[in-house]
């Protein structure tokens, strides 16, 4: 099982980004797929999930940090679940993880990608 998140960079306050999270060795679309971050001395912060749209309802749900900015998507076609990240701030800067819940392992997550926003 493999997530691989990419996409990150670094951008001005007010930029936008796009994250990608691809998926290998699971039946993908029966996933739920959560986004969280972490920055260096702080516990990881949930930012987003998105249900399952095989066998669940598809839906979104954000932190309130990011909502009205961030929008997350799912191409289950291609094993991939998306972030949409507009009106960046610098609080925002973070590793960027994608994460699930598998059987008999749990928790499971990507090495994550970095996102600074910053003048």
């Known amino acids: 099982v493999q997530l691989v998140e990419s996409g990150g960079g670094s951008v001005q306050p007010g930029g936008s980004l796009r994250l990608s999270c691809v998926a290998s060795?699971?039946?993908?679309?029966?996933?739920?797929i959560t986004w969280v971050r972490q920055t260096p001395g702080k516990g990881p912060e949930w930012v987003s999930k998105?249900?399952?749209?095989?066998?669940?309802?598809?839906?979104?749900y954000y932190a309130d940090s990011v909502k009205g900015r961030f929008t997350a998507s799912r191409d289950n076609a291609k094993n991939t679940v998306y972030l949409q990240m507009n009106n960046l701030k610098p609080e925002d800067t973070a590793v960027y993880y994608c994460?699930?819940?598998?059987?008999?392992?749990?928790?499971?997550r990507g090495r994550g990608t970095q996102v600074t926003v910053s003048e």
């Open positions: 994460a699930t819940d598998l059987p008999d392992v749990g928790y499971y």
């Open positions: 998105i249900n399952s749209n095989f066998g669940g309802d598809g839906k979104t």
């Open positions: 060795g699971i039946s993908f679309s029966q996933y739920h």
